[in-house]
């Protein structure tokens, strides 16, 4: 631990119940994904059942995942989440260069793309000019933020208000679907299928809208008796969010059918139309504003707590390792957060499609630590005698072996996109960019705050 005055102030207070690590995890999770993907999964899969199969293995493979984290969690509860166990694993310049990447790449981007869901949705209901969806992207990351620096009370109480609405909101898209007359048959027949069940593409964007439960490992220092509470709070979160996304998928096929789906540029929009009528796209443009608010508030929380971390450790980012004791939050940390997510909505409102960018630019910084850290669970079992742990992942070491092998395959995927031709993938080129810049600034950081 840091001996740095200003760092040692103030520590995170155990402050959050098992409720409201649920809605910060169930908040980030679901986004505006599930109103985006099921077109793009439908599309590349043979039939009704591959695609629900794939949306509850990628529940599945979610929750072996955060088995994984809960194990650490639960061993090691601390701010830096992930973090602090690729320091403990790796040693301090793995996880220096992580936590610029979260910094500067990942959480940051993250930020980025949520905020221009944001303002895609606000701007089909009140239009404010030709940069609308810029103006609305850059207001929702300043006032979160700022939010956010009011205190923790106020932050998690907006959470909680949001993950309820969200899902009240989902609740209500369901029922809809389920209980509607069921889809027209498709003026033609969509030929049998002679290739493969799936593509690759389909996991792909269906992990990416289960991501973000891994944002639990910064909630431990912050989560009451986290030891425990934690693995209950992740394996509830994903419990809920699978639950959800196969019932709405289910809403979606029901409505629209699989012909329907693959032909929809917006599935959750014409689900809309086909239940209620003209009305509808108002009604889901407050829906997936409500769900990119949601995650937002989230990442924005649990974001900075990797900042304050840092800061704690390195003297060159010793500013940011202040804990506000007034507000129970790392203001500095969430300072420094919003403004780099602000510029990387500016640099990104230049290019075709602003959230295809930023959802490039950090995915392979992403998964490249996801890998990491399910490595970190064989490393830290060594340092440590297993009966000090107070949760123990099951089925050890098949476990942690099939989330490492899902991460190297969503990794390989991240770095081939990278490569490709695609306009977005310049955001690839420039995430990884800044992930390598990370390299010599370790070099530079290697004396610790004393």
Same mark, same amino acid.
């Given at each position: 631990?840091?001996?740095?005055?200003?760092?040692?102030?103030?520590?995170?207070?155990?402050?959050?119940?098992?409720?409201?690590?649920?809605?910060?995890?169930?908040?980030?999770?679901?986004?505006?994904?599930?109103?985006?993907?099921?077109?793009?999964?439908?599309?590349?899969?043979?039939?009704?059942?591959?695609?629900?199969?794939?949306?509850?293995?990628?529940?599945?493979?979610?929750?072996?995942?955060?088995?994984?984290?809960?194990?650490?969690?639960?061993?090691?509860?601390?701010?830096?989440?992930?973090?602090?166990?690729?320091?403990?694993?790796?040693?301090?310049?793995?996880?220096?260069?992580?936590?610029?990447?979260?910094?500067?790449?990942?959480?940051?981007?993250?930020?980025?793309?949520?905020?221009?869901?944001?303002?895609?949705?606000?701007?089909?209901?009140?239009?404010?000019?030709?940069?609308?969806? %810029?103006? +609305?992207? $850059? /207001?929702?990351? =300043?006032?979160?933020?700022? @939010?956010?620096?009011? *205190?923790?009370?106020? #932050? &998690?109480?907006?959470?909680?208000?949001?993950?309820?609405?969200?899902?009240?909101?989902?609740?209500?898209?369901?029922?809809?679907?389920?209980?509607?007359?069921?889809?027209?048959?498709?003026?033609?027949?969509?030929?049998?299928?002679?290739?493969?069940?799936?593509?690759?593409?389909?996991?792909?964007?269906?992990?990416?809208?289960?991501?973000?439960?891994?944002?639990?490992?910064?909630?431990?220092?912050?989560?009451?008796?986290?030891?425990?509470?934690?693995?209950?709070?992740l394996v509830s979160g994903i419990l809920i969010v699978t %639950?959800? +996304?196969? $019932? /709405?998928?289910? =809403?979606?096929?029901?409505? @629209?059918?699989?012909? *329907?789906?693959?032909? #929809? &540029?917006?599935?959750?929009?014409?689900?809309?139309?086909?239940?209620?009528?003209?009305?509808?796209?108002?009604?889901?443009?407050?829906?997936?504003?409500?769900?990119?608010?949601?995650?937002?508030?989230?990442?924005?929380?649990?974001?900075?707590?990797?900042?304050?971390?840092?800061?704690?450790?390195?003297?060159?980012?010793?500013?940011?390792?202040?804990?506000?004791?007034?507000?129970?939050?790392?203001?500095?940390?969430?300072?420094?957060?919003?403004?780099?997510?602000?510029?990387?909505?500016?640099?990104?409102?230049?290019?075709?499609?602003?959230?295809?960018?930023?959802? =490039?630019?950090?995915?392979?910084?992403?998964?490249?630590?996801?890998?990491?850290?399910?490595?970190?669970?064989?490393?830290?079992?060594?340092?440590?005698?297993?009966?000090?742990?107070?949760?123990?992942?099951?089925?050890?070491?098949?476990?942690?072996?099939?989330?490492?092998?899902?991460?190297?395959?969503?990794?390989?995927?991240?770095?081939?996109?990278?490569?490709?031709?695609?306009?977005?993938?310049?955001?690839?080129?420039?995430?990884?960019?800044?992930?390598?810049?990370?390299?010599?600034?370790?070099?530079?950081?290697?004396?610790?705050?004393?």
């Open positions: 631990m840091s001996s740095n005055p200003a760092a040692a102030a103030a520590r995170p207070q155990a402050t959050l119940s098992v409720f409201d690590a649920v809605a910060i995890i169930v908040g980030i999770v679901i986004g505006a994904g599930i109103f985006k993907a099921p077109s793009i999964v439908a599309g590349s899969v043979s039939s009704a059942e591959v695609f629900i199969a794939l949306w509850i293995a990628g529940g599945v493979i979610s929750l072996v995942g955060a088995l994984c984290y809960a194990e650490l969690g639960s061993a090691y509860p601390n701010a830096g989440g992930e973090y602090y166990f690729l320091t403990r694993a790796f040693g301090g310049w793995v996880g220096f260069i992580f936590a610029w990447a979260r910094m500067s790449v990942v959480q940051t981007g993250a930020i980025a793309a949520i905020a221009f869901v944001f303002g895609d949705y606000a701007t089909r209901l009140y239009s404010l000019g030709a940069n609308s969806s %810029v103006i +609305y992207a $850059l /207001l929702a990351v =300043a006032a979160v933020t700022a @939010l956010n620096i009011v *205190g923790t009370r106020e #932050s &998690k109480r907006l959470q909680n208000v949001l993950t309820l609405s969200l899902g009240c909101a989902i609740f209500a898209l369901i029922v809809a679907g389920l209980t509607h007359g069921g889809a027209a048959p498709a003026a033609q027949p969509a030929a049998a299928s002679s290739g493969p069940m799936f593509s690759q593409l389909a996991l792909i964007f269906i992990l990416l809208t289960y991501g973000g439960w891994n944002e639990a490992a910064y909630l431990t220092a912050e989560i009451r008796d986290s030891r425990r509470n934690i693995v209950r709070a %639950v959800l +996304y196969v $019932l /709405l998928n289910l =809403a979606y096929l029901n409505v @629209l059918g699989l012909d *329907g789906m693959k032909a #929809s &540029k917006a599935v959750a929009a014409d689900l809309m139309q086909a239940t209620l009528g003209d009305g509808g796209a108002i009604v889901l443009s407050l829906i997936v504003m409500a769900a990119s608010l949601s995650t937002l508030n989230a990442t924005v929380f649990t974001g900075a707590r990797t900042n304050y971390a840092v800061g704690r450790d390195y003297a060159v980012f010793s500013v940011l390792g202040v804990w506000k004791e007034q507000s129970n939050a790392p203001v500095n940390a969430l300072l420094l957060q919003g403004g780099v997510a602000l510029v990387l909505v500016l640099l990104a409102s230049f290019t075709p499609d602003g959230f295809e960018t930023m959802v =490039a630019y950090t995915a392979p910084a992403f998964w490249l630590f996801f890998l990491l850290t399910g490595i970190s669970l064989f490393v830290l079992r060594r340092q440590a005698p297993i009966n000090e742990r107070p949760f123990r992942v099951p089925l050890f070491p098949v476990t942690p072996l099939l989330f490492i092998a899902m991460c190297a395959y969503m990794l390989y995927s991240s770095a081939g996109y990278a490569m490709s031709k695609d306009p977005s993938s310049l955001g690839a080129q420039l995430g990884i960019g800044m992930l390598l810049l990370g390299v010599p600034l370790s070099l530079l950081a290697r004396k610790r705050v004393t």
